[in-house]
């Protein structure tokens, strides 16, 4: 079974430009998170889609962050513009209900440098 | 949201068995305990879920004590290449809309 894909791996822009991530989720989650990972610290949920609708995004930067979920299926993270303390990893997760357990398959991330 | 303390780092040897202990002390009556294990560069992964008692499977126990304040991750045997960072998230996963939160979490490092 295919992992969840993200792209690109890495990033580096200079602040007040914009930048867009890409996640894939596996096929059948009607779930998608997307997570904010400074470094040293744990990740922090910005945006969740049960299917192409919104769940929650009351921790998403709205002035400058935005995501979509078309279809529900692929998802799209936006910063427009982008600010120095936005450097982290994004991180997109996907899940399911299985019986009694429920679980979130991470991405590998990807890291964005603001300089 | 139930806020989780757990311990900010922890050493050990191979072959040791870890425990980790999260306190949770404002739990909720729907909330689960689920424990992830991430390493350098990559997303975090699932390790372990429960609701009270103990839950086992191929890699680590929980323990969840009657009032459900507390739970420990049970690491039989360590070797090297647990070390990494192990977060303790509590939260209702059965309502779609409940955010999970993840805590700073354990750094785990195991010596030789």
């Known amino acids: 079974e295919a992992g969840v894909a993200q792209s690109p791996r890495y990033k580096i822009i200079e602040k007040r430009q914009s930048v867009a991530f890409w996640c894939n989720p596996i096929s059948g989650h009607a779930t998608l998170y997307w997570y904010q990972q400074i470094l040293g610290q744990g990740p922090k949920l910005l945006i969740q889609?049960?299917?192409?609708?919104?769940?929650?995004d009351s921790q998403l930067p709205k002035d400058r962050f935005s995501a979509e979920r078309l279809k529900g299926v692929d998802s799209t993270l936006k910063i427009q513009p982008a600010k120095l303390e936005d450097s982290a990893v994004y991180l997109c997760?996907?899940?399911?209900?299985?019986?009694?357990?429920?679980?979130?398959?991470f991405g590998p991330g990807t890291r964005l440098t603001v300089t | 949201l139930a806020k989780t303390t757990q311990p900010i780092s922890m050493d050990s040897y191979e072959g040791q068995e870890v425990n980790i202990t999260c306190s949770h002390n404002?739990?909720?009556?729907?909330?689960?305990i689920t424990w992830y294990q991430q390493f350098p560069s990559q997303g975090p992964r699932f390790i372990i879920q429960g609701y009270k008692t103990k839950v086992t499977n191929e890699v680590a126990s929980l323990f969840i004590p009657a009032d459900r304040k507390s739970s420990t991750l049970s690491l039989p045997r360590v070797s090297l290449s647990d070390t990494a960072v192990y977060y303790c998230l509590v939260g209702d996963i059965i309502n779609a809309g409940n955010m999970l939160t993840f805590g700073g979490g354990t750094r785990l490092m195991v010596k030789p």
């Open positions: 997760a996907s899940s399911f209900s299985s019986g009694s357990t429920y679980e979130q398959y």
């Open positions: 889609f049960q299917n192409n609708g919104v769940v929650d």
């Open positions: 404002n739990i909720a009556t729907n909330d689960y």
